[in-house]
């Protein structure tokens, strides 16, 4: 839902070609939108909404290949810490969950966290979330 940067790194065409109706020029650069390309409403039912179980049962990765979903960008310029992440982020998000009970920051409750984005060279939640870790009762 909020990818890091808006637009991926520049690419530059390597060839004339057509794309949604528009020439693309041989040599010219372009910026690749992945923050719309995440809030297509032609791709994804309620773009706007967090709904992680939209990916269960679809035959996309994010690995770079499917073009819906590219939290770590595509091609050549791939994030070259997604092998890592893939590998870590289950065993430090499951460590912290199984250890910590969390509760919002400031009295925010779900139902009233604002979702929308800053917008700058890097995207910011308008709202920060700030989760607070509780430890556990061990008993």
Request: charged share 20%; hydrophobic share 40%; with cysteine.
């Amino acid at each position: 839902m909020h990818p890091a940067i808006p637009l991926l790194l520049p690419r530059r065409a390597g060839a004339t070609t057509q794309v949604g109706g528009y020439t693309i020029p041989e040599g010219a650069q372009i910026l690749v939108n992945v923050w719309a390309i995440c809030r297509d409403p032609a791709t994804w039912k309620d773009p706007d909404e967090f709904i992680p179980e939209r990916f269960l049962g679809l035959d996309i990765d994010v690995k770079g290949q499917n073009f819906e979903l590219l939290p770590f960008g595509g091609g050549r310029r791939i994030c070259p810490g997604m092998p890592l992440a893939i590998r870590m982020l289950h065993l430090m998000l499951g460590s912290l969950l199984n250890s910590f009970d969390w509760k919002l920051e400031d009295g925010v409750s779900p139902g009233t966290m604002k979702m929308g984005d800053k917008f700058g060279i890097t995207l910011q939640k308008a709202q920060s979330l700030r989760a607070v870790p509780l430890p556990r009762n061990s008993h």
